[in-house]
């Protein structure tokens, strides 16, 4: 009842948390998305805890709390998450001495968060989609997208990585073609070398315009805008009965479709984990990132190349 750390309430908590946080971020430690997302949680969390004191708050209703937001099961982790970030500092700074989340039980994480039984196999492009994807990004240069078209098919590359890399980070012209993802990119600043296939390398081999990043996006939103247009020029997508265009493709297909393939052409699970920045255990790629494919697929997959087109890039040797 007489926390060494001092008495504090759940928002004042919060609030010392995001001061942390914004000094973090000016010092480039965090990005801005990270910021503006614990904002949005810590608003909701605050609008129900804010004047209670959290030596006070109990297990049950942060509970309440999750199944009231409505959300499914990807949303309410996302929330237990920052929940226990909360709990967490406070037992740090010792203003608990234990987090109320300590007493969560594994079948109440399971009644909040699911147990994955049931999750949607990983949706991945088959070769034609791919190839009709590339294909129209390289016929429509003025949207700017086939070196991120490139880098996600066949490096695997997040959407978010390849909008902050930049040319010089793109190292095609090497004997041993790599992409680097530095801290600054990297999603949880997990740095990496990324191969780039020679088929991926033969179409970077056509932009020309090496200066600045490998995609323009100005203004927000400005890159999935032009992605739409592709996706429509591409046909994946169709109008509906009132005449609106409906886009028919699936988040992190390029992404998916690279990991699947990967391991289906290599059949070595570590090694394609490494490519796409996953951790040691290669548990997330056959969880979340891996779709049946055949090694027959794959090698057709890797051998989609730029028709009567030469590399105009010089390699190094050595």
């Not at 294909?135 to 997040?158: D, H, M, S, W």
């Not at 109008?239 to 699947?260: I, L, P």
């Not at 490519?275 to 494919?293: E, I, N, P, T, W």
Request: some cysteine.
């Amino acid at each position: 009842l007489k926390p060494v750390g001092g008495k504090k309430t759940v928002g004042e908590v919060v609030d010392e948390l995001l001061k942390s946080k914004l000094l973090r971020f000016e010092r480039g430690d965090l990005r801005k998305t990270s910021i503006d997302d614990f904002r949005i949680r810590a608003r909701r969390f605050s609008e129900v805890f804010e004047k209670v004191p959290i030596i006070e708050l109990q297990v049950e209703q942060i509970k309440d709390w999750l199944l009231g937001l409505g959300g499914g099961p990807r949303t309410t982790q996302n929330y237990l998450s920052f929940a226990t970030e909360i709990m967490n500092h406070a037992v740090q700074s010792r203003y608990l001495v234990k987090s109320p989340l300590d007493y969560l039980t594994t079948n109440e994480r399971k009644e909040l968060c699911g147990n994955g039984a049931g999750k949607k196999e990983p949706s991945i492009l088959t070769v034609e989609e791919a190839r009709r994807l590339i294909q129209t990004a390289y016929e429509n240069p003025k949207l700017n997208l086939l070196p991120a078209v490139v880098l996600g098919l066949f490096c695997g590359i997040r959407t978010e990585e390849i909008k902050r890399l930049d040319w010089s980070q793109v190292k095609d012209h090497e004997s041993q073609p790599i992409v680097t993802i530095s801290s600054s990119i990297a999603k949880k600043r997990r740095i990496r070398h990324v191969d780039i296939p020679e088929n991926a390398r033969l179409w970077l081999s056509t932009s020309l315009d090496r200066n600045g990043t490998v995609t323009f996006s100005s203004i927000n939103n400005d890159y999935q805008r032009r992605f739409r247009t592709l996706l429509k020029l591409a046909g994946f997508g169709r109008k509906d009965d009132e005449g609106v265009w409906r886009s028919r493709w699936d988040a992190n297909a390029m992404r998916h479709s690279f990991g699947s393939y990967h391991f289906a052409l290599f059949g070595d699970s570590l090694e394609t984990s490494r490519q796409l920045g996953h951790r040691a255990s290669d548990q997330v790629l056959f969880d979340h990132y891996r779709a049946l494919a055949t090694k027959e697929q794959a090698e057709c997959y890797f051998a989609i190349k730029p028709e009567k087109v030469e590399s105009k890039i010089v390699r190094i040797a050595g």
